[in-house]
């Protein structure tokens, strides 16, 4: 549904999207992620025919982007990160306005805003000014916008900045919902919410796409030395000294959580010594209320592919 080939954009000399690659399969939700200035949105821009790129071949639902722009935007719907709204007009009416602008014509304007409205739980708020919305609300309006015109591909742009987080579980709830319906392309710094909604995860860092997988593979692959945290009541520095003791620990740091000590256990590669730390434990009688092993995330792997290793 979206192929992105040897996709180039320069700004004067500096490249800010470099000789980048990918395709996002129709009915996918795939995460776009990246540090600030990395060439997300610049990217994002371009599938969505609002920027031209400096050179490489784009293809959306079978269109050419540079050669067919007008017909890609019938099959695209865009959320940039700040939601372009007219404030002074209400929820339906706006969204009535913005249909006709996408090409809606007749009886179908009103179906399409009735079901926008359906499925974005903008319903009740039909009436109501937009400018008068809490900020979920009104990415809702833009989610809707975005979906009026019965797009194929949704780009969605940072669609839960600025919100709560009972507000995110909506919009993050929202967007599963399009699964398969639609083909998305998200992009969000909220790295959790990516692993809950996105079947895969693309990462993109000074205009290189380093990373492409399922999150649950790319956590995978970072898999190194396991960490054991554990909190008991002790002297830190006795227990630094009993663990660092158990065979196959390699580093123990702690600090003080009130009366109790909250320490990490680093341990060598392929060990697992929660069994022998366990023991440690109750062989010198400290009260322990957690023992677990930290088990690494899609922030782990984003770190390690957009950090420099001096700087990790």
Known sequence: ????????????????????????????????????????????????????????????????????????????????????????????????????????????????????????????????????????????????????HEPEVLILDEPSIGLDPNQIRHIRTLIKSLAHRYTVLLSSHILHEVEMICERVLIINEGRIVASDTPDNLVGLMKGNLQVALEIKADLDAARKHLMQVDGVTRVSGSYVGRWCRLRCECGKGSDVRDQIAKTVFDNGWPLRELTAQKQNLEDVFVAMTTEGERE
């Open 1 to 148: 549904m979206i192929r992105v080939e040897h996709l180039t954009k320069r700004f004067g000399g500096r490249a800010a999207v470099d000789d980048v690659s990918f395709q996002v399969r129709s009915g996918e939700i795939v995460g776009f992620l990246g540090p600030n200035g990395a060439g997300k949105t610049t990217t994002m821009r371009i599938l969505s025919c609002f920027l031209p790129a400096s050179g490489g071949k784009v293809m959306v639902a079978g269109k050419d982007v540079f050669a067919h722009s007008m017909e890609v935007r019938r099959h695209v719907g865009y959320m940039p990160e700040n939601v372009p709204l007219y404030r002074d007009m209400r929820v339906a009416e706006y969204l009535a306005f913005r249909a006709r602008l996408k090409g809606v014509r007749g009886k179908n304007v009103r179906v399409r805003v009735g079901d926008v409205m359906q499925t974005c739980g903008l319903f009740d708020a039909r009436d109501r000014i937009i400018g008068q919305l809490s900020k979920g609300f009104q990415q809702r309006v833009g989610l809707a916008d975005a979906l009026v």
